[in-house]
């Protein structure tokens, strides 16, 4: 029965306009209770959710192109160089201007990145193997590509020898999937024409290993669109790619950096800057009145949180493709600080065939305010970079600004202010806006080891929730650091972290407690109103 | 028409099974030589090569990444691939079948195949392969041993002796966390009556000198034993899985019946060998016992083994094997053993009844539970039914016994005392708990329950059954 309305609820959310739901949200019940209805529980948005989002991590594994021939495209959004593609590979010129066009990306980053990479290292050595994740990225024929640790050229036989273990298993029409030893799993993901293996420390399962492998290969199609990449290992099988993503390694890095940290990959969710919902709707109002003819999305983004995103109609952004988003920005700061950047980016979840133009630029030099304005049109720089001084203006008339740079000053919000004392953390999902919430981590858990600790017992909660063949309803674990609970119903997932020696019956009554507080916080911890042009 | 369209599910199952050295076949040309015993024979030789090439291959491949900690298992979509290296440079390599569902396809296509990769739980099969090990160096001692005795000549015919019949024993679609425990279950006794057994085996090895090592089972439980823990578990496992089944009695069928005292032959008891000479009488009787070997100090030493059973009490008697066991030996301690053993067997049966009436009846089947102890290996099921030779029957969902395996899993990985609580999709509620070298796992039924109610329920379990020895609330 609960399945059902589940699955009503969503065929119709898919479709973009929800009749019953949109009835059904006139109540908003106080405290949510497990049979809400996906489109109720606190988070949800009120019109129409802004992202195509799913419920767990299943689709990343559905092929990006089914994705994008399900929904109408309002333009052809392949990429307007129509030379490129075609002359690839039939001639040196060819790439050479797909290798130009990439570069808009990666001037800004030799400075930032050429420090933090730490590549030289003995492969044979202790610490090398030490590292808690390695990642590797090989073509079919066996060529490095990417390695996180230790240079590629040092790792080419090892790679070889991955890229012989997936072959040989493939002859016996077989797939190789993982290899499992004590402390370390080696977990292999086949994308042709790519091959991305994980060796990792964690106690990830081989499922969570394969999400972050499908992350890293969605970046890079995101850096070359899929049907440049299949094009490029047709006509030449020996490739080696890394001619085109040089400089744009540290991307990868940072998205690997982020997979271990921020639980908004985990949760395949967003979070937003906490503001209170007069102010967002004022600055959602102002994008949405800055649009151009070529305009898709608009972001605006406070660090690595989302403050409002504005959309064409019928269009929506996969989480996946906002995150590479938050990726570029994120990793290559610096650069769009100067001035305006503009660069192409392919949305493989959107499409995977064709570069999107984003405008990316700071509201200030010194603010963490960014917008991204993403185009269909190559050449339309100018009309976008008009479209952000439009909605400067707007902002700054509407007043909404002071309020807007106040709240990205503030510290997000720490657990205190929820009034539980037994409560240390927690993650809370809202399924059908795609939006998560979570306090700062509080001082326990401020070292980068025991963050990582504890993103690591969320990761576990999560996969045995989202189990293939044996989800679980909910999860109480009490060990000797904290108290562990996971809830996952038709409309919400939530994560506690509890003080350790906090009784069954005091962390039930903190669930409830918390799912209140954040029904009555919901208009300033979420986007109740996305826009659309 | 409509009759074909019924999807068909396959249980996971062993696809092949084999023990391999990369050393002694280290020339090109030679690899047939690194392979000892492969299941099924008739595989082509290239192939069973081209299998072994892949494991070394990948046992090198994981050497990368940690030198001393090298590949456990191999996961593919079709199958799982168990490695085990328990002596040096010899491996064995255990491939299981996923589980699969067959779904028929229309207009005579042929039926689509999904593996469900899901299914096979690495700790669980991890540890029957390594049971496998465990009961061939039981009856035949190591690899290494039988090398310095005769080298390669030697080993092969022991392993194909061996795993041939072993392997027909495997039953791997009834593989659960208690082949991860591998434990032994221990018959609840009063100290009297437990007194009385001490005194019977030491009265018994006063008085037959040869005897090394006694073990006293009652009911496939055991009372006592001499024998290392780790010997006494895999040697447990042989008695109740295999031996004992083997041999139940048709006239005792009745378990707990009370003495009824026959005259057969001249000797007022049910005393028989179970292993050696099936009939004391027979002029023919041949005095041989299987041998096996257990640790000491400094290696292992081979030993006979007797199994001497009385109604539902039976007893194994390890004497050297340096030692003939003659007839006259063997006449002795049947008529040593015999008449004590049968009415020590009445006398526990007896205080068996009396106790179950005074706790009153059973009331265990209300919690489904499996309890196990790492300290000395003492298990307890109600999940379970009774062992037999073939499959271990369970009363729950197999799903639910995996979640059982998942949370071990979990529990495994952290050296610290736990609890978890999950609710299955099903409704089912399962509790682990991990204290002090104890795990308890509990299923219950209570749809409507929550965490609270169910938090209760284990500790009026962990109460009446363990005296409280979970105290993590």
């Given at each position: 029965?609960?399945?059902?309305?589940?699955?009503?609820?969503?065929?119709?959310?898919?479709?973009?306009?929800?009749?019953?739901?949109?009835?059904?949200?006139?109540?908003?019940?106080?405290?949510?209770?497990?049979?809400?209805?996906?489109?109720?529980?606190?988070?949800?948005?009120?019109?129409?959710?802004?992202?195509?989002?799913?419920?767990?991590?299943?689709?990343?594994?559905?092929?990006?192109?089914?994705?994008?021939?399900?929904?109408?495209?309002?333009?052809?959004?392949?990429?307007?160089?129509?030379?490129?593609?075609?002359?690839?590979?039939?001639?040196?010129?060819?790439?050479?201007?797909?290798?130009?066009?990439?570069?808009?990306?990666?001037?800004?980053?030799?400075?930032?990145?050429?420090?933090?990479?730490?590549?030289?290292?003995?492969?044979?050595?202790?610490?090398?193997?030490?590292?808690?994740?390695?990642?590797?990225?090989?073509?079919?024929?066996?060529?490095?590509?990417?390695?996180?640790?230790?240079?590629?050229?040092?790792?080419?036989?090892?790679?070889?020898?991955?890229?012989?273990?997936?072959?040989?298993?493939?002859?016996?029409?077989?797939?190789?999937?993982?290899?499992?030893?004590?402390?370390?799993?080696?977990?292999?993901?086949?994308?042709?024409?790519?091959?991305?293996?994980?060796?990792?420390?964690?106690?990830?399962?081989?499922?969570?290993?394969?999400?972050?492998?499908?992350?890293?290969?969605?970046?890079?199609?995101?850096?070359?669109?899929?049907?440049?990449?299949?094009?490029?290992?047709?006509?030449?099988?020996?490739?080696?790619?890394?001619?085109?993503?040089?400089?744009?390694?540290?991307?990868?890095?940072?998205?690997?950096?982020?997979?271990?940290?921020?639980?908004?990959?985990?949760?395949?969710?967003?979070?937003?800057?906490?503001?209170?919902?007069?102010?967002?709707?004022?600055?959602?109002?102002?994008?949405?009145?800055?649009?151009?003819?070529?305009?898709?999305?608009?972001?605006?983004?406070?660090?690595?949180?989302?403050?409002?995103?504005?959309?064409?109609?019928?269009?929506?952004?996969?989480?996946?493709?906002?995150?590479?988003?938050?990726?570029?920005?994120?990793?290559?700061?610096?650069?769009?600080?100067?001035?305006?950047?503009?660069?192409?980016?392919?949305?493989?979840?959107?499409?995977?065939?064709?570069?999107?133009?984003?405008?990316?630029?700071?509201?200030?030099?010194?603010?963490?305010?960014?917008?991204?304005?993403?185009?269909?049109?190559?050449?339309?720089?100018?009309?976008?970079?008009?479209?952000?001084?439009?909605?400067?203006?707007?902002?700054?008339?509407?007043?909404?600004?002071?309020?807007?740079?106040?709240?990205?000053?503030?510290?997000?919000?720490?657990?205190?202010?929820?009034?539980?004392?037994?409560?240390?953390?927690?993650?809370?999902?809202?399924?059908?806006?795609?939006?998560?919430?979570?306090?700062?981590?509080?001082?326990?858990?401020?070292?980068?080891?025991?963050?990582?600790?504890?993103?690591?017992?969320?990761?576990?909660?999560?996969?045995?929730?989202?189990?293939?063949?044996?989800?679980?309803?909910?999860?109480?674990?009490?060990?000797?650091?904290?108290?562990?609970?996971?809830?996952?119903?038709?409309?919400?997932?939530?994560?506690?972290?509890?003080?350790?020696?906090?009784?069954?019956?005091?962390?039930?009554?903190?669930?409830?407690?918390?799912?209140?507080?954040?029904?009555?916080?919901?208009?300033?911890?979420?986007?109740?109103?996305?826009?659309?042009? | 028409?409509?009759?074909?369209?019924?999807?068909?599910?396959?249980?996971?199952?062993?696809?092949?099974?084999?023990?391999?050295?990369?050393?002694?076949?280290?020339?090109?040309?030679?690899?047939?030589?690194?392979?000892?015993?492969?299941?099924?024979?008739?595989?082509e030789k290239n192939e069973k090569i081209r299998n072994v090439g892949l494991c070394e291959a990948i046992v090198q491949f994981t050497r990368t990444f940690c030198p001393t900690k090298p590949v456990k298992s191999l996961h593919t979509q079709k199958n799982r691939q168990f490695f085990f290296e328990p002596e040096d440079s010899f491996w064995i390599v255990m491939i299981v079948r996923n589980p699969m569902v067959e779904k028929p396809n229309k207009d005579g296509k042929p039926p689509t195949i999904e593996y469900q990769e899901e299914e096979v739980l690495d700790t669980v099969y991890g540890a029957v392969l390594r049971q496998c090990y465990s009961m061939y160096k039981l009856f035949n001692g190591t690899f290494g041993r039988a090398m310095e005795a005769g080298g390669v000549e030697l080993l092969i015919p022991k392993l194909e002796k061996f795993f041939y019949r072993y392997l027909q024993t495997l039953h791997l679609q009834s593989c659960d966390l208690l082949d991860v425990f591998s434990g032994i279950s221990f018959f609840p006794l009063d100290k009297m009556t437990y007194l009385k057994i001490q005194s019977f085996v030491n009265r018994v090895e006063e008085n037959l000198r040869l005897v090394k090592y006694t073990a006293f089972l009652y009911n496939d439980q055991l009372i006592w034993s001499g024998l290392e823990q780790d010997d006494m578990r895999i040697l447990y496992k042989y008695l109740t899985t295999s031996l004992f089944p083997r041999h139940s009695e048709p006239e005792l069928a009745g378990r707990d019946c009370a003495l009824r005292p026959e005259v057969s032959g001249n000797l007022l008891h049910y005393g028989r060998f179970l292993t050696g000479p099936a009939n004391l009488k027979d002029p023919e009787a041949k005095f041989r016992f299987p041998r096996i070997?257990?640790?000491?100090?400094?290696?292992?030493?081979?030993?006979?083994?007797?199994?001497?059973?009385?109604?539902?009490?039976?007893?194994?008697?390890?004497?050297?094997?340096?030692?003939?066991?003659?007839?006259?030996?063997?006449?002795?301690?049947?008529?040593?053993?015999?008449?004590?053993?049968?009415?020590?067997?009445?006398?526990?049966?007896?205080?068996?009844?009396?106790?179950?009436?005074?706790?009153?009846?059973?009331?265990?089947?209300?919690?489904?539970?499996?309890?196990?102890?790492?300290?000395?290996?003492?298990?307890?099921?109600?999940?379970?039914?009774?062992?037999?030779?073939?499959?271990?029957?369970?009363?729950?969902?197999?799903?639910?016994?995996?979640?059982?395996?998942?949370?071990?899993?979990?529990?495994?990985?952290?050296?610290?005392?736990?609890?978890?609580?999950?609710?299955?999709?099903?409704?089912?509620?399962?509790?682990?708990?991990?204290?002090?070298?104890?795990?308890?796992?509990?299923?219950?039924?209570?749809?409507?329950?929550?965490?609270?109610?169910?938090?209760?329920?284990?500790?009026?379990?962990?109460?009446?059954?363990?005296?409280?020895?979970?105290?993590?609330?």
């Amino acid at each position: 029965m609960e399945g059902d309305v589940h699955s009503k609820g969503r065929a119709s959310w898919d479709l973009g306009n929800l009749p019953h739901v949109e009835h059904l949200r006139i109540e908003r019940p106080d405290s949510p209770t497990p049979d809400l209805v996906e489109g109720t529980e606190p988070g949800a948005g009120q019109q129409a959710a802004m992202f195509v989002h799913s419920r767990s991590v299943e689709d990343l594994t559905t092929e990006a192109d089914r994705d994008a021939e399900s929904r109408v495209e309002p333009q052809p959004v392949a990429d307007g160089d129509p030379g490129s593609c075609e002359t690839l590979g039939t001639s040196e010129n060819g790439l050479q201007v797909e290798e130009k066009i990439i570069e808009v990306v990666q001037a800004p980053k030799e400075s930032s990145w050429a420090e933090s990479r730490t590549k030289e290292e003995d492969i044979c050595s202790d610490g090398w193997r030490s590292h808690r994740k390695h990642v590797f990225v090989l073509s079919e024929a066996g060529k490095p590509i990417y390695s996180r640790y230790g240079t590629e050229e040092a790792l080419s036989s090892t790679m070889g020898v991955m890229m012989a273990l997936v072959s040989f298993v493939e002859a016996d029409r077989n797939i190789i999937r993982s290899i499992h030893a004590d402390g370390y799993n080696v977990v292999f993901l086949s994308k042709s024409p790519l091959v991305l293996v994980a060796v990792s420390r964690t106690c990830q399962s081989d499922k969570e290993l394969v999400r972050e492998l499908q992350y890293i290969y969605y970046q890079i199609v995101s850096l070359l669109t899929l049907t440049q990449l299949n094009h490029i290992f047709q006509h030449k099988q020996n490739y080696d790619l890394r001619r085109l993503l040089s400089g744009s390694e540290h991307l990868i890095d940072n998205l690997l950096r982020q997979l271990d940290r921020d639980p908004g990959l985990l949760l395949s969710a967003v979070t937003c800057l906490p503001l209170p919902s007069s102010y967002r709707d004022a600055v959602s109002a102002s994008l949405q009145a800055a649009k151009a003819e070529s305009l898709v999305f608009s972001i605006l983004l406070a660090g690595e949180r989302l403050v409002t995103l504005v959309r064409k109609k019928d269009q929506f952004l996969h989480h996946m493709d906002l995150h590479l988003v938050f990726n570029l920005v994120c990793s290559s700061s610096s650069s769009f600080r100067e001035g305006e950047g503009w660069t192409p980016i392919c949305l493989p979840k959107f499409n995977s065939a064709g570069f999107f133009h984003a405008h990316i630029s700071y509201l200030e030099p010194a603010s963490e305010l960014c917008l991204i304005l993403v185009s269909t049109d190559r050449e339309d720089f100018f009309s976008l970079s008009d479209c952000k001084h439009r909605f400067l203006e707007r902002l700054r008339k509407r007043n909404a600004y002071q309020a807007l740079k106040e709240a990205v000053k503030t510290p997000s919000y720490s657990v205190d202010q929820v009034g539980i004392l037994e409560l240390r953390h927690f993650l809370y999902k809202s399924k059908s806006s795609g939006l998560f919430t979570s306090p700062e981590l509080p001082g326990v858990y401020q070292s980068e080891e025991e963050q990582e600790r504890l993103m690591g017992l969320y990761q576990e909660l999560h996969s045995r929730l989202h189990h293939s063949t044996r989800p679980l309803l909910s999860i109480y674990r009490c060990g000797e650091t904290e108290n562990l609970m996971a809830w996952l119903t038709s409309g919400f997932e939530l994560y506690l972290c509890l003080t350790p020696l906090v009784t069954k019956v005091q962390a039930v009554t903190a669930v409830n407690k918390l799912l209140k507080w954040i029904r009555k916080e919901e208009d300033r911890l979420f986007i109740l109103s996305p826009l659309t042009y | 028409m409509a009759a074909v369209t019924q999807e068909k599910q396959y249980t996971p199952s062993l696809l092949s099974f084999f023990v391999y050295n990369p050393s002694f076949g280290p020339r090109e040309g030679e690899e047939e030589k690194k392979i000892l015993f492969y299941h099924p024979s008739e595989v082509e030789k290239n192939e069973k090569i081209r299998n072994v090439g892949l494991c070394e291959a990948i046992v090198q491949f994981t050497r990368t990444f940690c030198p001393t900690k090298p590949v456990k298992s191999l996961h593919t979509q079709k199958n799982r691939q168990f490695f085990f290296e328990p002596e040096d440079s010899f491996w064995i390599v255990m491939i299981v079948r996923n589980p699969m569902v067959e779904k028929p396809n229309k207009d005579g296509k042929p039926p689509t195949i999904e593996y469900q990769e899901e299914e096979v739980l690495d700790t669980v099969y991890g540890a029957v392969l390594r049971q496998c090990y465990s009961m061939y160096k039981l009856f035949n001692g190591t690899f290494g041993r039988a090398m310095e005795a005769g080298g390669v000549e030697l080993l092969i015919p022991k392993l194909e002796k061996f795993f041939y019949r072993y392997l027909q024993t495997l039953h791997l679609q009834s593989c659960d966390l208690l082949d991860v425990f591998s434990g032994i279950s221990f018959f609840p006794l009063d100290k009297m009556t437990y007194l009385k057994i001490q005194s019977f085996v030491n009265r018994v090895e006063e008085n037959l000198r040869l005897v090394k090592y006694t073990a006293f089972l009652y009911n496939d439980q055991l009372i006592w034993s001499g024998l290392e823990q780790d010997d006494m578990r895999i040697l447990y496992k042989y008695l109740t899985t295999s031996l004992f089944p083997r041999h139940s009695e048709p006239e005792l069928a009745g378990r707990d019946c009370a003495l009824r005292p026959e005259v057969s032959g001249n000797l007022l008891h049910y005393g028989r060998f179970l292993t050696g000479p099936a009939n004391l009488k027979d002029p023919e009787a041949k005095f041989r016992f299987p041998r096996i070997f257990v640790h000491t100090e400094d290696g292992s030493e081979e030993l006979h083994l007797i199994v001497y059973k009385a109604m539902s009490a039976a007893v194994c008697f390890m004497i050297s094997a340096s030692v003939e066991l003659t007839r006259d030996f063997c006449e002795r301690l049947d008529a040593l053993v015999g008449p004590q053993l049968t009415l020590l067997a009445s006398d526990i049966c007896e205080q068996f009844t009396l106790n179950r009436r005074i706790s009153g009846p059973d009331k265990e089947p209300q919690f489904k539970f499996i309890y196990f102890n790492h300290m000395n290996l003492a298990e307890k099921s109600t999940i379970h039914m009774r062992k037999t030779a073939s499959v271990s029957l369970t009363s729950v969902h197999p799903d639910l016994m995996k979640i059982l395996g998942d949370i071990n899993c979990d529990f495994a990985r952290v050296d610290e005392d736990e609890e978890v609580i999950v609710k299955a999709m099903t409704d089912y509620w399962v509790v682990g708990k991990k204290s002090d070298q104890r795990e308890l796992y509990v299923i219950l039924n209570q749809k409507n329950a929550n965490l609270i109610e169910v938090n209760e329920e284990v500790k009026r379990l962990c109460a009446t059954q363990f005296n409280n020895i979970f105290f993590l609330d």
